[in-house]
T-cell receptor, first 115, second 111 residues
Framework: EPEVTQTPSHQVTQMGQEVILRCVPI?????FYWYRQILGQKVEFLVS????????KSEIFDDQFSVERPDGSNFTLKIRSTKLEDSAMYFC?????????????FGEGSRLTVL | GQQVMQIPQYQHVQEGEDFTTYCNSS?????IQWYKQRPGGHPVFLIQ?????EVKKQKRLTFQFGEAKKNSSLHITATQTTDVGTYFC???????????FGTGTRLQVFP
């Protein structure tokens, strides 16, 4: 069964450092997302990406965050200067169609720990 | 902004007992999706409800969408230890690409 894959599974970084989280969405999917989940809390939307551009972003997704689809398969989330409060599980997701009509397929997540 | 709340926050049941989680929104829901997240895992899609008053069943799971489209529920009959996890409802408005997740209900099942 096709799946969304994410790397790394866990990253520990020092505050102020840049972090890049990588995702390989399901190959025929057109919509890509990043969500985050602080330990024990709900899943929060960060950004959606379609047709090589951001289609929507949340208030959390400030200038420190960026997304890119550098080639036909990878979808990356970059945090330029990490803060303690960026510690969370980051989930990549993809969908064949817009969320209104279809389900999201989530990857297993990348746990980010900022020290 | 829109808030999607779920109650209860936690539920501990004995295996074989029933379980229900309720999802309530501050605004009218467009469509409701339900996801299950096992401990240490990622959200996995369960079902989508679109129509007012809709009821869907998946084996022991029954999903309902309120008549006024402001609430939804998930009922599990005769829970099993494999049902352990956090159940999230999630709403997406018609003209956005973001899914707004509820606060979740964590279910623990004791054998």
């Amino acid at each position: 069964e096709p799946e969304v894959t994410q790397t790394p599974s866990h990253q520990v970084t020092q505050m102020g450092q840049e972090v890049i989280l990588r995702c390989v969405p399901i190959s025929n999917h057109l919509y890509f997302y990043w969500y985050r989940q602080i330990l024990g809390q709900k899943v929060e939307f960060l950004v959606s990406f379609y047709n090589n551009e951001i289609s929507e972003k949340s208030e959390i997704f400030d200038d420190q965050f960026s997304v890119e689809r550098p080639d036909g398969s990878n979808f990356t989330l970059k945090i330029r200067s990490t803060k303690l409060e960026d510690s969370a599980m980051y989930f990549c997701a993809s969908s064949e169609d817009r969320v209104y009509t279809g389900e999201l397929f989530f990857g297993e997540g990348s746990r980010l720990t900022v020290l | 902004g829109q808030q999607v709340m779920q109650i209860p926050q936690y539920q501990h049941v004995q295996e074989g007992e029933d379980f229900t989680t309720y999802c309530n929104s501050s605004t009218t829901l467009s469509n409701i999706q339900w996801y299950k997240q096992r401990p240490g895992g990622h959200p996995v899609f369960l079902i989508q409800l679109v129509k007012s008053g809709e009821v869907k069943k998946q084996k022991r799971l029954t999903f309902q969408f309120g008549e006024a489209k402001k609430n939804s529920s998930l009922h599990i009959t005769a829970t099993q230890t494999t049902d352990v996890g956090t159940y999230f409802c999630a709403d997406r408005s018609y003209n956005t690409d973001k899914l707004i997740f509820g606060t979740g209900t964590r279910l623990q099942v004791f054998p």
